[in-house]
């Protein structure tokens, strides 16, 4: 019960902010990224919202990477970010920025062997710290961005890039 009244009261409050937000504000996109420890590459999805009047973008991003295989073993994650941008300048014809956020891993491993299928899973929690550039090309913005994922297991950074759309 108490999972529900959470997650009720998390819906009505991103509901309530949503409909507050100015759209100009808005941004969303994917891109495509490459992780140095899982040496694969990810897609990815993100929004920003730009603070009025304030030097700072709050957004969020998803990324997926693609299944690795070898062998007998299948290997997939799925990463989620809850960052802060710091821009340093912010045009509209150009923006760099640093970014900070927390971060959620979760990697997934199926195992097919003649015995059956092994299926294993883990979550690890970090926060990253990097930075991005993004240039005005046409109605969308090309964005690059570097982090550096901070884990205790596995840190590891990230290279992406892709468009963001100003909804």
Not at 2 to 14: P, Q, V
Not at 92 to 115: A, F, K, Q
Not at 131 to 154: L, P
């Amino acid at each position: 019960m108490k999972k529900l009244l959470l997650t009720t009261a998390i819906l009505f409050t991103g509901l309530f902010m949503t409909a507050n937000l100015q759209a100009q504000y808005l941004t969303v996109g994917g891109g495509v990224g490459y992780s140095t420890e899982s040496e694969q590459i990810d897609f990815s999805i993100n929004a920003a919202y730009r603070m009025p009047n304030l030097p700072i973008r709050l957004g969020g991003s998803g990324h997926y990477t693609i299944e690795d295989k070898r062998g007998d073993t299948r290997r997939s994650a799925i990463d989620g970010n809850a960052n802060v941008y710091l821009m340093a300048l912010d045009t509209s014809e150009i923006s760099i920025y640093g970014l900070t956020g927390l971060n959620v891993y979760h990697r997934m491993v199926r195992i097919d062997r003649p015995s059956g299928r092994e299926r294993d899973s883990d979550t690890n929690l970090g926060f990253n710290l990097g930075g991005g550039a993004e240039i005005q090309q046409g109605r969308s913005r090309i964005y690059t961005e570097v982090k550096y994922i901070f884990r205790e297991n596995d840190p590891r950074t990230v290279v992406s890039a892709g468009v963001r759309f100003r909804i």
